[in-house]
């Protein structure tokens, strides 16, 4: 099975970089995701990594390493808009997806 | 992008009725979808895979009688809650499995009430 771990929550202030932690135990790795998912929505892809190092789309990076089960995603120049739930998600070689919990960014004027 | 749709978006149902969700790719063939269970303030589930033209491979704890999955087309998966009951009530998303290798489209979502 997976065990993905990420924190609750986070709050920043518009204008400024958050980092998101996931850690990651698993039986099975073939790439590690991340989406943002607001509210009563379906989550949206933001981000794909499947070998070690960053890897960069506008105002959002993500990093995987691979040997220490971590990954972040990097939200720079935040805005109102990008308060949301940020899920971490690891695939497994059936294509399967195992998500964290999520975080919940709230974006603060 | 792919797109992929649910219908109906919400509904609400008695306790002991049925209830079908769809799922369909509208620009693209999926030969695989996956069906997910989200509670409030909760992650995703994967419930199971639905593979076209073969029988669905259920998650551990699933049950495969009340939750049934038919993938009837390359375009279409549908989802039947039977026998519904209140803690079935939940969010249900699918996703299609897209052409290269990092993409898996999600639908918008149906939120289930049971009543």
């Excluded at chain 1, 390493?65 to 120049?77: D, P, Q, V, W």
């Excluded at chain 2, 149902?13 to 509208?26: P, Y």
């Excluded at chain 2, 009340?66 to 803690?87: D, M, Y």
Aim: aromatic share 12%.
């Amino acid at each position: 099975g997976q065990n993905i771990d990420q924190p609750t929550e986070m709050t920043a202030t518009e204008g400024a970089i958050v980092q998101i932690n996931c850690t990651y135990q698993t039986s099975g790795f073939n790439g590690l995701f991340w989406y943002q998912q607001h509210a009563g929505e379906a989550p949206t892809f933001l981000s794909y990594n499947v070998l070690d190092g960053l890897e960069e789309k506008g105002r959002f990076s993500s990093f995987l390493s691979r040997s220490k089960g971590y990954s972040y995603l990097l939200l720079k120049e935040l805005q109102m808009k990008d308060s949301a739930s940020y899920l971490c998600a690891v695939r497994d070689g059936d294509y399967k997806l195992s998500f964290g919990a999520g975080t919940t960014v709230t974006v603060r004027a | 992008g792919a797109v992929v749709s649910q219908h109906p978006s919400w509904v609400i149902c008695k306790s002991g009725t049925s209830v079908k969700i769809e799922c369909r790719s509208l620009d693209f063939q999926a030969t695989t979808m996956f069906w997910y269970r989200q509670f409030p303030k909760q992650s995703l589930m994967l419930m199971a895979t639905s593979n076209e033209g073969s029988k669905a491979t259920y998650e551990q704890g699933v049950e495969k009688d009340k939750f049934l999955i038919n993938h009837a087309s390359l375009t279409l998966s549908t989802l039947t809650v039977t026998s519904a009951h209140p803690e079935d009530s939940s969010f249900y998303i699918c996703s299609a499995r897209g052409v290269l290798d990092y993409e898996q489209y999600f639908g918008p979502g149906t939120r289930l009430t049971v009543t």
